[in-house]
């Protein structure tokens, strides 16, 4: 009995699987700090069918194959819905499901306020 919880264990534990969800999703949140506190810092970002965590979203498959790079797969539209995977992170929808779009009035709020923050550090550096 002892000897089939250990297998057991063993088996869970070395499943890579179980442990590199929360790894990607530590990554995530470091690359995408904003999206910390949202519903996009969750598992159901590259595993949209809930429960079934082998199951992987164009997302997560696009980002499988870019070596797990985060910055590599931010001008692709992974669930194609017309939405860079950036776009979509800064305005919290998922980049895995193209039925989850952002409003596209917000979107241009975000790169105004993005565009002013890149012309103020432009003219801090040249201070
Ligand atoms: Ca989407």
Same mark, same amino acid.
């Given at each position: 009995?002892?000897?089939?919880?250990?297998?057991?264990?063993?088996?869970?534990?070395?499943?890579? !699987?179980?442990?590199?969800?929360?790894?990607?999703?530590?990554?995530? %949140?470091?690359?995408? &700090?904003? =999206?910390?506190?949202? #519903?996009?810092? !969750?598992?159901?970002?590259?595993?949209?069918?809930?429960?079934?965590? %082998?199951?992987?979203? &164009?997302? =997560?498959?696009?980002? #499988?194959?870019?070596?797990?790079?985060?910055?590599?797969?931010?001008?692709?539209?992974?669930?194609?819905?017309?939405?860079?995977?950036?776009?979509?992170?800064?305005?919290?929808?998922?980049?895995?499901?193209?039925?989850?779009?952002?409003?596209?009035?917000?979107?241009?709020?975000?790169?105004?306020?993005?565009?002013?923050?890149?012309?103020?550090?432009?003219?801090?550096?040249?201070?």
């Amino acid at each position: 009995m002892r000897f089939l919880l250990l297998v057991s264990l063993i088996s869970i534990f070395s499943s890579s !699987a179980l442990f590199a969800t929360p790894k990607y999703l530590e990554s995530f %949140k470091k690359n995408y &700090p904003d =999206a910390a506190g949202t #519903k996009l810092a !969750a598992c159901s970002t590259c595993h949209p069918v809930k429960g079934k965590m %082998k199951e992987q979203g &164009p997302f =997560a498959l696009d980002f #499988k194959n870019a070596g797990h790079n985060f910055a590599k797969i931010a001008d692709i539209d992974s669930d194609q819905d017309r939405f860079t995977n950036f776009e979509e992170i800064v305005a919290g929808t998922f980049p895995q499901d193209k039925t989850d779009k952002p409003n596209i009035p917000f979107l241009i709020k975000q790169i105004k306020e993005l565009k002013q923050e890149v012309e103020r550090l432009k003219t801090k550096v040249k201070e």
